[in-house]
């Protein structure tokens, strides 16, 4: 039978495929699903969605599959599928009309972060039918709940988190759906805010339809599927050709979980990696159980935060849709902190677990491509990002007496790892956000109770390393124009550094002080503009990992320092002039410049080559006359301890120390790896 005489999908199936037409294809969906975050930062009022872009979309297939994902923040990758997924399995098919919308922020069956993550869905359809589905989801500045801001450390389970809607109609063929409406405003500490939210939520789903329609009415139904079918089985083949450049193996590692919130103690990660002719698995069902505290996360979460890493790693180049998650099996085991069920707490477990587990794939995946054979895969290793959001929030009344939120996105502010091929950039972000951004410090004023009193680099903070490790931030605000309030502080890199590759030295970890009694706002309205905690007359109280409900009152200042990224190389292989760069642009200081990287200058800040050159060999020769185990040259010290002596913060813990090895005969480093002794 010739094609002329076949129907349109059977024609096109049976038609060479011309990787073209897919490419423009693809990259209009891709549009379209970007499209949609464009409206979203327009039309929302939040600093969280337009300034610090902390938000998501995608585009389905009638079945769920994704067929596009703007990369937004790749770790809901897994939620915006399930929540697609579990529609499908709870309305019945004839209750899912068009101009439908449903609203979903339950991590327990829609496979939403947490709660204060709302996502609202939407079924495309064409010429009545059902062809497609999209998803616009952001965090909220409110959801209810015991916490001010809806991410509760207090909590011992959920349901003191705060409300859940697990994919309940919103709007019903076009008419909202009123007493959800209700519900929803009745329950939040910020209706009109959030209420806006979701009303942009709504608009972007209604351009993504929008542009659909306009999209089939070009290529037509069947090629619209066809072609869906074809760019997924292209990114599968892509994917699995990448994968085959590792080395076949099984690989385990273990990264840990800090302070449940409750607890002061460290839950293990672990993770089983196997790569096999063409697929990689990552099982982490040998991790902790899950706790009473707010740390757990959900499955799809952890497959978002286990996929990002090798997204960024191996495929930077490649699309993202269900053929890119084919050839990758994450596998969890239900009641770890990895894949929560009910009733545990899960509001902050996707920048705790989540991110956690995503830095331990991220180690993995760099001890396995540095073994790589392609020049590509070994150059697109990365030594551990900070990956810690440092959540902080702030819950006061305002000039008008409203009780406002405040959470301040600055939190996710940490450092990025480095590569083989460059340093890590300062004040990246997590590395599963790759359109991270800081909201601007006049709108945060504009919208919150609070002034800022300085926003600078964390010197120090990124890990040193032939490539440095990106640094952190570091801030301070007051409270302005309010009596004062409570705070909450959630800090997950607080003990447990990230660690870099081949002799690079461990980022700093994140913190919060408070000051007081700082007297912040008699000082500015003398004319004193405070740079530094060293300019106030008390002593700054360093906050535990996680702590709320504390007082933060006029004139008080509340300090954040988020942690750089892990090194890579040996710091004294790094080039000295660029070391005197670092040090000029305020990067490093003399400390970290002369013990890390045995570079001294004079004081003019020009480098003194004869007394580097000194410096360099003195350390090399130390490293020379550590005992020797196994071979390398060995020296064990308290992890806190060592990064001081370098010039970085890092809370102490008893129990983590750092183990560094060198040659024996040159004083080379191998290795600065982070060692943790579970009790």
Not at 133 to 139: D, L, R
Request: glycine share 10%; hydrophobic share 40%.
């Amino acid at each position: 039978m010739s094609t002329q005489t076949m129907d349109p999908a059977t024609a096109l199936a049976a038609a060479p495929v011309d990787p073209v037409t897919i490419e423009i294809f693809s990259k209009a969906l891709e549009n379209v699903a970007h499209e949609m975050g464009v409206v979203m930062m327009r039309a929302s009022g939040s600093p969280v969605i337009a300034e610090a872009v902390d938000f998501s979309t995608f585009i389905a297939d009638a079945d769920g599959d994704i067929i596009c994902y703007a990369g937004y923040i790749t770790i809901y990758m897994g939620t915006a599928r399930q929540a697609v997924k579990h529609i499908l399995a709870t309305v019945p098919r004839d209750e899912i009309r068009p101009g439908d919308l449903f609203i979903c922020n339950d991590p327990f069956t829609t496979g939403n972060a947490h709660q204060v993550d709302v996502g609202v869905v939407r079924p495309i359809f064409y010429h009545d039918e059902l062809i497609a589905w999209c998803w616009a989801e952001a965090h909220v500045n409110d959801f209810g709940g015991f916490a001010p801001g809806s991410m509760a450390p207090m909590a011992t389970e959920t349901y003191g988190e705060a409300l859940r809607l697990p994919g309940v109609k919103i709007v019903d063929q076009g008419r909202p759906v009123a007493d959800i409406w209700r519900i929803i405003e009745t329950n939040i500490r910020v209706p009109s805010v959030v209420m806006n939210d979701i009303r942009c939520f709504i608009a972007a789903c209604n351009r993504c339809d929008d542009r659909l329609q306009v999209l089939i009415d070009d290529y037509g139904t069947a090629a619209f599927k066809h072609y869906v079918e074809v760019a997924k089985d292209l990114a599968e083949k892509a994917v699995r050709r990448r994968i085959a450049e590792l080395p076949n193996g099984v690989y385990t590692d273990v990264d840990y979980e800090e302070h449940n919130g409750h607890t002061d103690d460290i839950y293990p990660i672990r993770c089983t990696m196997t790569v096999e002719d063409g697929t990689l698995t990552m099982d982490f069902s040998e991790s902790a159980p899950q706790t009473d505290g707010f740390v757990n996360c959900s499955a799809a979460i952890t497959l978002g935060c286990a996929f990002s890493p090798a997204l960024f790693m191996l495929f930077p180049d490649l699309p993202i849709n269900q053929g890119t998650l084919r050839p990758i099996q994450v596998i969890t085991k239900p009641g770890t902190i990895c894949d929560v069920q009910m009733p545990a707490p899960v509001s902050g477990g996707h920048l705790e677990t989540g991110l956690r587990l995503g830095r331990l794939v991220t180690r993995m995946l760099a001890a396995i491509q540095s073994r790589s054979e392609s020049q590509f895969v070994r150059e697109h290793l990365m030594a551990q990002w900070q990956d810690s959001w440092n959540a902080g929030f702030f819950y006061a009344p305002n000039e008008d007496g409203e009780l406002v939120p405040f959470p301040d996105m600055n939190g996710g502010s940490g450092g990025g790892g480095a590569q083989p091929v460059a340093d890590g950039m300062d004040v990246s972000g997590a590395l599963a956000q790759p359109s991270n951004s800081l909201p601007d410090i006049e709108i945060n004023e504009l919208a919150y109770p609070i002034l800022y009193l300085w926003r600078t680099l964390h010197r120090n903070s990124g890990g040193p390393g032939q490539y440095r490790g990106g640094n952190g931030l570091d801030l301070a605000w007051t409270p302005w124009y309010t009596t004062g309030g409570q705070q909450h502080v959630m800090t997950p890199c607080w003990q447990v550094p990230p660690s870099g590759p081949s002799g690079g030295y461990p980022g700093s970890t994140s913190g919060f002080t408070l000051v007081g009694g700082a007297r912040a706002d008699q000082a500015l309205a003398a004319g004193r503009i405070p740079r530094s905690v060293d300019d106030f007359d008390v002593a700054p109280q360093l906050l535990g990992g996680k702590q709320f409900g504390f007082a933060v009152m006029p004139g008080d200042v509340m300090r954040m320092r988020s942690g750089g990224g892990a090194g890579y190389g040996d710091p004294l292989q790094r080039n000295a002039e660029d070391v005197v760069a670092d040090l000029r642009a305020g990067k490093i200081d003399r400390t970290a410049a002369s013990a890390a990287y045995g570079v001294v200058v004079t004081d003019d800040g020009d480098l003194d080559a004869e007394a580097t050159t000194a410096r360099r060999d003195a350390i090399r020769a130390e490293r020379r006359s550590w005992p020797v185990e196994d071979g390398y040259a060995v020296r064990r010290t308290q992890a806190g301890q060592r990064l001081a002596e370098l010039g970085q913060w890092c809370q102490p813990r008893e129990g983590i120390d750092l183990l560094e090895r060198a040659d024996p005969i040159t004083g080379d480093l191998i290795s600065a790896d982070i060692e943790v002794r579970e009790s």
